[in-house]
């Protein structure tokens, strides 16, 4: 991937994206406005750090409520079903969450993460060079039934509806949270990927997931393999994942770096929850497994503050650390409340130092992106294992 990052510059402007919506922070959850002013113990100019490929990644709206998914109307739903089965939330530590498949999902969806999702969106537009996709799909060859699994706000989906206008394009949650306005071809559903089975009537040319870690206690049984047999023969399914361990490349980073110990005790207790946040790295060979071919995986680095040299990588990393700081808590919260069954109040002191840390740009400190992609083969090739065929390639690329 080149370096030269889409509009990259100075982060004091940007907009937050999507639709206005209105609601304030829980009170004692904001951003700290406590950060390091130390300077660097070295020349960070001169420190030869690297976002470039290598070729070996070892080192590195509302929804509706409707149960038929052929319906054509976009806004049509029973009010009264919404209200009472899906739209009355849990209330927990000043945060809302999802009722619908309630306690699956350990992340809110109040207004202040609503926001967020937006905000990280701008960020992993940011990292791919203003793409959203990878899978091989153009003007000249389009997908015409587009699934988007987990689609949050919409953001993802809508941008891909109005590049595809022909194409109908889905997209499921477990909130109905996403904005009204939408184009025509674009539906949503309140929809739990972790059933048996979709009830979808169609196949899709491509199926798109971003940003569920947490969301599977299986990814392969969960949704490779229902991806995999809801696909058209040729069809695409592609997986962004982020791996939340913080990682670097240099000894910056103490063995105590508060970010470090706090998503170390992350994993631990999502682990107990039978909700792991550290498989992105296990998605490739989850693809393979299903019967994917082609299946391929870059591994992207994301900065968590604007310590590197390097403008572009500079600005992802401001960005992304903003994202950092308003999700953290986010994160943190239903874990730390549910498994080590500590209080709000206890809760924000632990994060206080980690605020603080993620914000100290003497220590390089980054985390990985996953994009993994797998196409279902057509019924002429010729499969010689399970999951792979003779014209079939598994690659890597680290960037």
Request: charged share 25%; aromatic share 10%.
């Amino acid at each position: 991937m080149s370096s030269q990052l889409s509009g990259a510059g100075g982060t004091g402007n940007i907009p937050r994206p999507g639709p206005s919506r209105s609601g304030s922070l829980p009170q004692g959850t904001g951003q700290s406005s406590e950060t390091s002013a130390a300077q660097p113990p070295f020349d960070i100019n001169n420190f030869p750090f690297t976002f470039e490929h290598v070729h070996d990644a070892s080192h590195s709206a509302r929804i509706e409520a409707d149960t038929d998914p052929s319906m054509t109307a976009s806004r049509q739903w029973d009010d009264e079903s919404i209200t009472s089965s899906v739209s009355a939330y849990r209330e927990e530590n000043g945060r809302t969450y999802h009722a619908y498949s309630d306690g699956s999902w350990h992340y809110p969806n109040d207004p202040w993460e609503l926001e967020r999702l937006d905000w990280q969106f701008v960020c992993l537009k940011r990292l791919f060079n203003d793409k959203n996709y990878f899978a091989p799909w153009t003007q000249q060859r389009p997908p015409r039934r587009i699934l988007d699994i987990a689609t949050g706000t919409g953001m993802w989906a809508i941008e891909v509806a109005e590049e595809f206008e022909s194409a109908t394009v889905i997209g499921t949650d477990l909130s109905p949270v996403q904005p009204e306005l939408v184009p025509p071809n674009l539906h949503f559903y309140i929809h739990d990927a972790r059933t048996n089975d979709w009830w979808w009537p169609d196949p899709f040319d491509y199926i798109h997931l971003r940003m569920t870690l947490g969301a599977w206690a299986d990814f392969e049984q969960d949704v490779a393999r229902k991806a995999f047999n809801h696909l058209e023969p040729n069809g695409w399914f592609e997986a962004q994942e982020l791996c939340p361990s913080f990682m670097c490349d240099d000894d910056s980073m103490a063995p105590d770096y508060a970010p470090k110990l706090l998503f170390d005790d992350l994993l631990d207790c999502a682990r107990a929850e039978q909700r792991p946040i550290d498989i992105a790295k296990t998605y490739k060979q989850s693809l393979i497994n299903a019967g994917f071919v082609d299946v391929t995986e870059q591994v992207y680095k994301i900065p968590i503050n604007g310590w590197p040299k390097q403008v572009n990588w500079k600005t992802l990393g401001d960005l992304w650390n903003a994202n950092c700081l308003d999700g953290i808590q986010g994160i943190a919260m239903a874990l730390l409340h549910r498994v080590r069954r500590l209080k709000r109040h206890q809760i924000e002191i632990h994060l206080m130092e980690t605020r603080r840390a993620l914000s100290d740009k003497r220590v390089h400190a980054y985390q990985k992106f996953y994009v993994v992609l797998g196409r279902k083969p057509r019924p002429d090739e010729m499969v010689t294992t399970p999951g792979a065929t003779a014209s079939a390639s598994a690659s890597t690329s680290n960037t």
